[in-house]
């Protein structure tokens, strides 16, 4: 590149650095409640609506490794009921408001958008769940059913759906990161009693282990007040301790084969990566975006459209709390021998140690991560739920520093974590046979 271009170059990323920071900053406030609920307030008077986001510090890690699925599980019984309101759907539509939840190995986070003017009853109805649920019998039969069912589509009845089932266990020995957020085994919802979701309720859920995020059309005053009638009353309770036994480092390879009547091979990899506040979590993320950026990453371009080893292949980090994976994953052509297609895959990873022309890419993913970030930060959803995520790491500040974590990451960084982490011996690989006849 000629020293023209070079500075054109600059100049353009450093315009697009300045409109992130007149767009992308995020203002916020934040109070404690004298029972632990943590509360973040950010006003946006260009919408009409208010985005209420509740995370419960709970996951499927938090679970007894005889008894997984709870964390899943409560995330439908939440929506079956609570002490004093049998149905929470009807009266937060009929005052137009909407609503979802999701679970995942460390959060139970549940979110609704609702009009400004109606925000009270969105006060209403999740702090009377939060108060208590509805602990029928009833209830909790037809959850069951539901997530019985899901696991089923999902896992049993969908082509590779076992997949994790088969990979998580390979690659984790003893953090209960082994399992599925729905759970190991159905058996455990299918055992699982009233008596045991009181105990995980109420050791679970409460105002000292949730954070309450509001963003959109709300000023602090209000939602100071509104927090205080509504969740003020619940008492805080005594919490289980969090005890997790660390994973010990993987010393060899690890690798599985299975065999299966599905549309076509498939290869899935992993390797062991560190927490999700560790230092080079961004050079890791950044990484996944150089192999599988779309169709201008190096995978893609690669193993799809050069060599046609693949019809798909991605990869993506888990950015788990605690140390977690990163995958790469993809279905091979017809007739293409796995080992090959393997020994490919690794190929495209350590050429990200070669220096040419690898500057321009990065530059290209770290603009493509601001701009995503800045279109991420226009919807209230979105902020309400990032802010209560970077508040239980510890920081709802980091909502503002993402960017600029991301930018900070550079060409020796990136080659020293390919070298670290991308090791056949942090390596755990699935070899997904398709049996299918033509």
Known sequence: MCPVQTLTLNMANKCHHILYLYLGMINYKRFLLENGLK???????????????????????????????????????????????????????????????FTNN??????????????????????????????????????????????????????YGDALLKLRPLAYKVHPYRWPTIGMDMAHIRNTNIDQIKKFFFSHYAPNNAILALTGNIDYDLAYKLTQKWFGPIDNRPMKVRNLPAEP??????????????????????????????????????????????ESGRLHTKLVREKKLFSEINAYITADIDPGL????????????????????????????????????????????????????????????????FELLGDPGLINDEVQSYRSVTYEMITEAVKRYFTSSNCSTLNYISTRKE
């Open 39 to 101: 509360v973040l307030v950010h006003e946006d008077k260009s919408t009409p609506l208010i985005a209420m986001n509740i995370l419960y510090d709970v996951g499927s890690r938090d679970e007894d490794p005889s008894m997984t699925g709870l964390a899943h599980l409560f995330e439908h019984l939440m929506f079956g009921g609570s002490v004093n309101i049998p149905d929470f759907d009807t009266p937060l539509q009929l005052v137009g408001g909407e609503n979802n939840a």
């Open 106 to 159: 460390d959060i139970t986070n549940y979110y609704l958008t609702i009009p400004s003017e109606n925000i009270e009853t969105g006060f209403w109805l999740e702090s009377d769940r939060m108060l208590e649920l509805d602990f029928s019998q009833k209830n909790l039969d037809t959850q069951k059913s539901v997530v019985t069912e899901e696991f089923n589509q999902r896992y049993l009845n969908q082509p």
């Open 249 to 294: 480092d993987q010393t060899e390879e690890r690798i599985l084969t299975i065999e299966n009547e599905v549309p076509s091979t498939a290869l899935y990899k992993v390797w062991h990566i560190g927490a999700r506040k560790s230092h080079d979590f961004y050079t890791l993320d950044l990484i996944t975006d150089l192999l599988a950026g779309g």
């Open 326 to 389: 990163i995958f790469i994953q993809g279905k091979l052509m017809k007739g293409v021998d796995i080992q090959n297609a393997n020994n490919s895959v690794n190929d495209v990873i350590n050429s990200l140690l070669n220096y040419n022309g690898i500057h321009e890419e990065i530059e290209k993913v770290k603009n493509k991560f601001e701009s995503s970030t800045v279109f991420s930060n226009t919807s209230i959803l979105n902020k309400a739920a990032n802010l209560s995520f």
